[in-house]
């Protein structure tokens, strides 16, 4: 049974708290679960549920998120990223493996090039590696709609931008994940008082996906009707890292945490243990492995 424990830490003057359940049996090093800007330390039950039984989970309220302190003025990635190994350091750990989603996958990939070191292994799903300008003036109406407290519609136009409405591709459980994303950006609107900054550090502060990470074994995945970025840019951006792995798990847009959760955590688990990926008996139905353009089988 795995055992609870709250740490509060502070890094250039902003205080934050990380949430780790530990695992007396662990087989592998401790999970770093990082998800969207909205998102905090409990968050993440179908991880929890799958990857806790081979790793200590950690989740967090990171500056700007959650019970943490607002970031300050201008860009944020120095000082999430600081957070994020100052939460290493108190791990008491050499590395961890670290899990980023959507916004997350940004901070995680800018903290593993910023100290490959500490990072065992990193898995990057729903990868925003390129939005478009219409995307862009999505979350800035959204942002309006925020910043005037107009929560319906904030909720409604951004569970809308993050999904695949188009009934011509099958998503699984779409009318249940709408209904779910769009509850949690309303609950967020009325309950955060990090949400308007998020969005438009969104808008302004977006991560650097142009390459430069080596040494850090990498799975990207994405959901197959992935409309924020495509699939075929995930896999473009996961071409630059040496070595990596990249999955489309079909039936499932963006959102592919809500719409395919064990399948996603139980592929993390295996992952972060070394284990087979798309080989495992649960997965072979819906995951589907690609090789890189680098590959000689694609030349």
Same mark, same amino acid.
């Given at each position: 049974m795995s055992e609870e424990m709250i740490r509060s830490l502070s890094v250039r003057g902003v205080s934050y708290s990380y949430r780790r359940l530990r695992q007396p049996e662990r087989i592998t =090093?401790?999970?770093?679960?990082l998800g969207g800007a909205l998102q905090g330390m409990y968050g993440w039950p179908q991880m929890e549920d799958h990857v806790g039984p081979v790793a200590d989970v950690v989740t967090a309220d990171l500056p700007g998120m959650g019970s943490a302190d607002p970031l300050p003025?201008?860009?944020?990635?120095? !000082?999430? +990223? $600081?957070?994020? =190994?100052?939460?290493?350091?108190?791990?008491?750990?050499?590395?961890?493996n670290l899990f980023g989603f959507s916004y997350g996958a940004g901070l995680a990939y800018g903290c593993a090039r910023r100290f490959p070191g500490r990072i065992a292994r990193?898995?990057?799903?729903?990868v925003p590696a390129h939005i478009s300008d219409a995307q862009v003036?999505?979350?800035?109406?959204?942002s309006e709609h925020l910043a005037q407290g107009d929560a319906e519609a904030f909720a409604t136009l951004v569970a809308q931008g993050l999904m695949c409405l188009d009934d011509r591709r099958h998503v699984a459980h779409r009318k249940l994940a709408y209904r779910? /994303?769009? @509850?949690?950006?309303?609950?967020?609107?009325?309950?955060?008082?990090?949400? !308007?900054?998020?969005?438009?550090r969104g808008i302004s502060d977006r991560p650097d996906f142009s390459g430069g990470l080596t040494d850090v074994p990498t799975l990207v995945f994405s959901g197959e009707h992935d409309t924020v970025t495509s699939?075929?840019?995930?896999?473009?951006?996961? $071409?630059?890292?040496?070595?990596?792995?990249f999955l489309t798990i079909p039936d499932a847009d963006h959102w592919v945490v809500l719409e395919r959760p064990q399948e996603v955590a139980d592929?993390? $688990?295996?992952?972060?243990?070394?284990?087979?990926?798309?080989?495992?008996? +649960?997965?072979?139905? !819906? /995951? @589907? =492995?690609e090789p890189s353009p680098a590959d000689p089988a694609c030349v």
């Open positions: =090093e401790p999970v770093l679960v003025p201008g860009p944020s990635i120095d !000082v999430v +990223c $600081a957070a994020i =190994e100052r939460i290493i350091d108190d791990l008491d750990v050499p590395s961890i990193l898995a990057l799903g729903g003036e999505l979350w800035r109406r959204a779910y /994303v769009r @509850r949690s950006m309303l609950q967020a609107a009325r309950n955060s008082r990090h949400a !308007v900054d998020s969005l438009r699939p075929a840019r995930q896999r473009d951006f996961a $071409a630059t890292i040496p070595g990596s792995r592929l993390a $688990a295996r992952f972060f243990t070394d284990g087979p990926l798309s080989s495992a008996p +649960c997965l072979a139905p !819906v /995951v @589907r =492995e």
